[in-house]
T-cell receptor, first 116, second 110 residues
Framework: GAGVSQSPSNKVTEKGKDVELRCDPISGHTALYWYRQSLGQGLEFLIY????????KSGLPSDRFSAERTGGSVSTLTIQRTQQEDSAVYLC??????????????FGPGTRLTVL | SQELEQSPQSLIVQEGKNLTINCTSS?????LYWYKQKYGEGLIFLMM?????EEKSHEKITAKLDEKKQQSSLHITASQPSHAGIYLC??????????FGKGTKLSVKP
């Protein structure tokens, strides 16, 4: 079956521009996660959605970052007024929400963002 | 906050050799996940361990969870070039998110 898909696969933008990253989770997965992977920083959790709601946005690095999810499916991560330190690979993952919370997260291929 | 430390950071082995990667958590583990990542690609799910003493195997890869020691190990038997990549362990955070170690880079020499 289809896995998690993300678009675009690569994005090069100029400092100060806004960018929008998209994630299509596995059909039926109610939980959706955004992570960021920077060189030398490892994988950093950004935000989590259960259905359309994000209970806690404190993982977002700054108020330039926002995310939404509509219809319990597709999610978009928006970065306004991009800065060079935003350059990273942005990864999306989805999972079933099982009782007890233990469910494997399946990752998309990521969007590589480069801010010039 | 929880931190996961992996060792070694990198590993070069001859094809056919066995190897072990370790993951140690600073706090109690409530589930431990192993992933593999190839350069420029997303993470591939390998295994999930939930209970202390649990051991799972898939093909030539075996993972164990020692909850008391807050540790997990990943063992590869008779390594092949296809095993090369970055192995990441992840523990569950408060929102069900995963907190990852920095990864172990594995190279397998033919």
């Amino acid at each position: 079956g289809a896995g998690v898909s993300q678009s675009p696969s690569n994005k090069v933008t100029e400092k100060g521009k806004d960018v929008e990253l998209r994630c299509d989770p596995i059909s039926g997965h109610t939980a959706l996660y955004w992570y960021r992977q920077s060189l030398g920083q490892g994988l950093e959790f950004l935000i989590y959605f259960q259905g359309n709601s994000a209970p806690d946005k404190s993982g977002l690095p700054s108020d330039r970052f926002s995310a939404e999810r509509t219809g319990g499916s597709v999610s978009t991560l928006t970065i306004q007024r991009t800065q060079q330190e935003d350059s990273a690979v942005y990864l999306c993952a989805s999972s079933l929400r099982l009782a007890g919370g233990h469910a494997a997260q399946y990752f998309g291929p990521g969007t590589r963002l480069t801010v010039l | 906050s929880q931190e996961l430390e992996q060792s070694p950071q990198s590993l070069i082995v001859q094809e056919g050799k066995n190897l072990t990667i370790n993951c140690t958590s600073s706090k109690t583990l409530y589930g431990l996940y192993w992933y593999k990542q190839k350069y420029g690609e997303g993470l591939i799910f390998l295994m999930m361990l939930q209970k202390g003493g649990e051991e799972k195997s898939h093909e030539k890869i075996t993972a164990k969870l020692d909850e008391k020691k807050q540790q997990s190990s990943l063992h590869i038997t008779a390594s092949q070039p296809s095993h090369a990549g970055i192995y990441l362990c992840g523990g569950r955070g408060s929102q069900g998110n995963l907190i990852f170690g920095k990864g172990t880079k594995l190279s397998v020499k033919p």
